[in-house]
């Protein structure tokens, strides 16, 4: 991984602006961040890559998501009822 991603990586504190999701609301924002993390490791993992790429997402949703969402979704992929595609 480059330097300057590392670096950006390192320096983050919290979810920048993405223009996919103007609004004040980041609910929407929150779940696709968390999708795209576990896509990412999915993918990276699969390849066996290094999944150093993934922190940023897993970052964002941290940042955006309260964290028994984050909790409930955990339990739901573990159950296998996890409602998005990863």
């Known amino acids: 991984m480059s330097d300057a991603v590392q670096e950006k990586i390192k320096n ?5 602006f993405d223009a996919r999701f103007p609004n004040t ?3 929407r924002n929150c779940f696709q ?3 795209d993390f576990h896509r ?3 993918v990276l993992s ?3 890559q290094d999944t150093a790429p ?5 970052r964002v ?3 955006l998501c309260p964290i028994s969402w984050v909790q409930k979704w955990n339990d739901q992929i573990e ?4 409602p998005g595609k990863i």
Do not use: V
């Not at 993934?54 to 897993?58: E, I, L």
């Open 12 to 16: 983050y504190r919290t979810a920048p």
């Open 25 to 27: 609301n980041q609910t």
């Open 33 to 35: 961040n968390y999708l």
């Open 40 to 42: 990412c490791n999915k």
């Open 46 to 48: 699969a390849k066996d």
């Open 54 to 58: 993934c922190d940023w997402y897993r």
């Open 61 to 63: 949703y941290k940042s």
């Open 79 to 82: 159950a296998g009822s996890f």
